[in-house]
């Protein structure tokens, strides 16, 4: 039976708060957006005059199709080429989902995307849905069919994990784009001691270009590793040049909610390095590079107002 307007209306409501679920459970916008049309689809073959709560209905769709994603994707990542990271997006990306609460922002933030990659597709799940938008254990249970104690015995297993790799500091966007700078200004001295002083000890350094962008297959770990690579990275060359097609300009802004040094050319952002700040210092950078998880964040560059660039022609 064909939908109406209304039955498309009401899938086209719930569609914001289905991809913000997508994305967080999947790292990837593309395929929480392929995700999100999967269920359309199964909307559309539904009898949804028998669907008496549409929402708790497309939520359960939605869960599984991304469940069934993560398994399929744990072994896909085995051949990855390098470090595989999450799609970065910037501030304003409507995926990013609601950021009313600290947990809700949280969630969302780069570095506790890249620690859910620990957990199983079901405390991924389980996280997400109660961390992030509030269902109650008993929903959860429904939508994973699973008992409701399973779940609390989930959520507070998979939370633990966070936690433990976890050490976010929130920053608003004044305070990220001063970290930026001031992380820029140590990185083009030249020198190490600069940005040293900035980092903490145990810093990490991450790269995913895919097999598409060269991206060092291991991270790169100690306040001196991480620097003298850094130093390197902002110093300009030739070969850097032609393996991006030029030279691009270096902007300040946050992704998911972080300090971000964003670089773009010709309109096009070819790299996103996510800092992850804590009272000590600078503690993470995760730089993506991988043309295709950056599709949508050109995007969303050319939609938005982002200033002037902090480095032009920077390499």
């Known amino acids: 039976m064909p939908l109406t307007m209304n039955d498309v209306d009401r899938f086209e409501a719930a569609r914001p708060r289905l991809e913000a679920i997508a994305y967080r459970l999947l ?3 593309s395929e929480a957006e392929d995700a999100v049309q999967d269920t359309y689809l199964r909307w559309q073959a539904a009898d949804v005059d028998l669907i008496e709560v549409p929402e708790a209905w497309l939520t359960k769709v939605l869960t599984n199709l991304c469940l069934n994603q993560l398994t399929s994707a744990r072994a896909r990542r085995e051949t990855y080429v390098g470090e595989w990271l999450p799609e970065p997006l910037l501030t304003g990306d409507p995926m990013l989902g609601p950021a009313d609460t600290a947990e809700q922002r949280e969630s ?21 849905l109660r961390e992030a938008f ?13 008992s409701e104690s399973s ?11 966070v936690a433990d790799g976890k050490s976010r500091t929130e920053i608003d966007e004044a305070a990220a784009r001063r970290i930026v700078e001031e992380f820029l200004a140590a990185a083009t001295t030249g020198r190490t001691e600069p940005l040293v002083r900035l980092l903490t000890a145990d810093a990490v350094a991450i790269g995913d270009g895919g097999g598409k962008v060269p991206a060092r297959a291991k991270a790169f770990e100690g306040a001196l590793a991480v620097a ?5 990275l902002f110093k300009p060359s030739t070969a850097k040049r032609t393996i991006i097609g030029g030279s691009p300009d270096v902007y300040a802004t ?5 300090p971000a040094v964003v670089a773009v050319l010709d309109g096009r952002v070819v ?9 000590d210092g600078i503690t993470a950078f995760r730089n993506q590079v991988n043309p295709d998880k950056l599709d949508r964040a050109t995007r969303q560059w050319a939609a938005s107002d982002h200033g002037s660039p902090l480095m032009e022609a920077a390499f």
Not at 151 to 161: D, L, P, S, V
Request: glycine share 8%; charged share 20%.
């Open 254 to 258: 946050t992704a998911n909610g972080a």
């Open 108 to 128: 969302v933030s780069y570095a506790v995307l890249a620690l859910m990659e620990r957990l199983s597709p079901n405390e991924r799940a389980v996280y997400v």
């Open 151 to 161: 779940c609390q015995q989930i959520f507070h297993r998979a939370k633990k994990h």
């Open 228 to 232: 003298t690579f850094m130093r390197g």
């Open 27 to 29: 790292g990837s916008a």
């Open 271 to 279: 790299g996103i390095m996510c800092l992850e700040v804590t009272p």
């Open 134 to 146: 509030g269902y109650p254990h008993r929903e959860i249970a429904e939508i994973l069919d699973l």
